[in-house]
């Protein structure tokens, strides 16, 4: 529990600290760090979805590594069987001849799971891993198993090799408490990534915390306070992603379907709060609900087929009601 000033700065520079350890590996994606770190501090999964060659499967990897979780890869191919990733009940023969089953664990078992591509794998398998997400618990042969504690899934998808590939449904996005957009690095990243990558000797990221002291942050994150001005805002903010709502912008009316559910609202509160937490405060200000609403609202509204011809973006949808919110202030 946060008791005193001290223990606010103490939590503060430990975050700070998580963000320069991964910075000395992985270069710029600034946005992309800061992003995933809330989702992981707010106890939620998250999607990066980029062009291959990014450099998405060495952040993650990184950021396990800066957190001393243990790590583990799923490629998501069309072959992919659910017990795959779950496991499965293996027969054994004893010395008698009598047999008995023991249940070998899947790489779901895992505190940090990079599910690479989840977009490739067929919706029966993607179930699998999304229930596990949920639950977090693995049932086989009548038998449940819980996961590993902390457990977060980080996917990946690249959005512009669409053949062979099973989009997400709506419902199951919605599981993802942020959806993190990975770009393309600067030019001056793009010499320090050669640099870097092409030297004898490469940096790897330390411990920088361990799996308690990052369910300590957890902890205190919960704590950081919301007044109910800001709530009200922000619960506003989230009903006007509905195109039946008379306070709604006219382009949201005209091209969304489906606005943001409730787990819209807790995404947004969530992440607000670890990023409270990380600028050392102990109340969330409209400017934590304004940076973390697009990744926390991008993958929850559905565009109608107009909008979807005319190339809309879900983002320039959420950043239109944070200008309207705002005007009428």
């Known amino acids: 529990m ?33 992003q995933l770190l809330w989702a992981i501090l707010a106890g939620g999964h998250a999607l990066l979805e980029g062009i291959p060659g990014l450099g998405k499967t060495m952040l993650v990897r990184t950021v396990a590594d800066t957190l001393d979780l243990h790590f583990t890869r799923i490629q998501f191919t069309p072959d992919l069987m659910p017990s795959d990733i779950t496991g499965t009940n293996l027969v054994e023969f004893g010395t008698q001849g009598q047999t008995s089953y023991r249940f ?6 895992g505190n940090i799971v990079l599910a690479d591509e989840i977009n490739r794998a067929t ?12 639950e977090k618990t693995v049932t086989a042969g009548g038998q449940t198993y819980p996961l590993p504690k902390p457990f977060f899934v980080l996917a990946t998808q690249n959005p512009i090799e669409q053949e062979g590939t099973y ?18 690095p600067t030019r001056d990243e793009l010499r320090l990534i050669v640099q870097r990558t092409t030297s004898p000797s490469q ?29 009200d805002r922000a619960v506003k903010l989230l009903m ?14 005209q ?30 200000s409209w400017q934590d609900i304004r940076v973390t609403a697009v990744p926390a609202l991008r993958h929850r509204i559905v565009l109608g087929y107009e909008g979807q011809a005319m190339g809309i973006r879900t983002d320039d949808i959420v950043n239109t009601i944070l200008d309207a919110l705002e005007a009428v202030r």
Do not use: C, W
């Open 2 to 34: 946060l008791e005193t000033k001290a223990q606010l700065g103490e939590a503060m520079e430990t975050i700070n600290a998580i963000k320069r350890e991964i910075g000395r590996v992985i270069v710029g994606q600034e946005s992309s760090v800061e």
């Open 203 to 231: 940096d790897t990221a330390q411990r920088i915390v361990s799996a308690e002291q990052l369910t300590e942050l957890q902890a205190f994150a919960k704590e950081v306070l919301v007044s109910e001005d800001v709530l």
């Open 167 to 184: 989009p997400l449904p709506e419902a199951q996005l919605d599981r993802f408490l942020l959806k993190i957009d990975v770009t393309y």
């Open 123 to 134: 919706p029966k398998t993607q179930s699998a891993l999304l229930e596990a997400m949920q």
């Open 240 to 253: 006007m992603t509905h195109p039946e709502e008379a306070d709604a912008p006219d382009i949201v009316k």
């Open 104 to 109: 070998q664990q899947g790489p779901i078992f």
């Open 255 to 284: 091209h969304v379907r489906f606005g943001s559910g409730p787990r819209g609202i807790q995404s947004v509160i969530a992440a607000s709060k670890v990023r409270a937490l990380a600028s050392g405060r102990l109340h969330v």
